[in-house]
C-alpha cells in the first residue's frame, strides 16, 4: 500500500512539545489535523478507512508510523491511527 505524503505531514504534525498545547488524546489529534488543509485531510480518512480495514498487525502500524518520521511514538497505534480516521470529517 502507498502511504501518501498528506499522511506523512499529518504524523509529522505530532512534533516534540505539542501535547504540551492539550489536555486529551483528540485535542491533540485536532491539533494535528489543523495542519492540514480539507482536501489533504480527505485523503488521510481515504489512507486510514483502507489501510484499517486490512487489519494489519500492529507492528505493520507502527512500522507505517515510524516511516513518516512522527515526532512521537504511541503504545496503541490502531488507537491513535483510529482517533485520527474518526476526527476528520
Known amino acids: ?8 505531514h ?10 504540551a498545547e ?5 485535542e491533540w489529534v485536532a491539533l494535528a489535523l489543523r495542519c492540514s488543509n480539507k482536501q489533504d485531510q480527505a485523503v488521510v480518512k481515504r489512507f486510514l478507512q ?3 480495514a486490512q487489519n494489519p498487525t500492529d507492528a505493520e502500524l507502527q512500522r507505517i508510523w515510524n516511516d513518516a518520521e512522527p ?17 476528520i470529517e
Open 71 to 87: 515526532g512521537y511514538c504511541f503504545d496503541n497505534i490502531r488507537g491513535v491511527l483510529t482517533l485520527i480516521r474518526d476526527a
Open 22 to 26: 492539550v489536555s486529551t488524546m483528540e
Open 50 to 52: 483502507e489501510l484499517l
Open 1 to 8: 500500500m502507498v502511504v501518501p505524503d498528506e499522511f506523512d
Open 10 to 19: 499529518v504524523v509529522e504534525c505530532f512534533y516534540q512539545g505539542s501535547s
